[in-house]
């Protein structure tokens, strides 16, 4: 069982930064793929950025060159920062939890643990 808390969230103006921190609770923390995921309000969830149990990240599109994904084993903790935040961003930011370890999925239902989510809001 891995238990997720999100934090980090707020109102930022369009250009600015925030960073997202996931803390996990569990042992085997370092074995999983951990990913962050939002959901704009009337939309469907949709995956951010992932990294792996090696180290290895993937992003979507619109996100690459502005976010960045790390993690600390150590400290069982993702992160997520984000910079040059655009309006288009606006959404509750979820850190997922998945146990294939190598494989960095792209699609919710593929995630066995969630957190309740953080708020991100830009104002253009």
């Known amino acids: 069982q891995v238990q997720l808390v999100e934090s980090g969230g707020g109102l930022v103006q369009a250009g600015g930064s925030l960073r997202l921190s996931c803390a996990a609770s569990?042992?085997?923390?370092?074995?999983?793929?951990m990913s962050w995921f939002r959901q704009a309000p009337g939309k469907d969830q949709e995956f951010v950025a992932g990294?792996?149990?090696?180290?290895?990240?993937y992003y979507r599109d619109s996100v690459k060159g502005r976010f960045t994904i790390s993690r600390d084993n150590a400290k069982n903790a993702v992160y997520l920062q984000m910079n040059n935040l655009k309006p288009e961003d606006t959404a509750v930011y979820y850190c997922?939890?998945?146990?294939?370890?190598?494989?960095?999925?792209?699609?919710?239902?593929?995630?066995?643990?969630w957190g309740q989510g953080t708020q991100v809001t830009v104002s253009s």
């Open positions: 990294i792996n149990l090696s180290g290895s990240t």
């Open positions: 997922g939890a998945d146990r294939s370890g190598l494989l960095i999925n792209t699609r919710s239902y593929e995630y066995d643990f």
């Open positions: 569990g042992r085997t923390f370092s074995s999983y793929t």
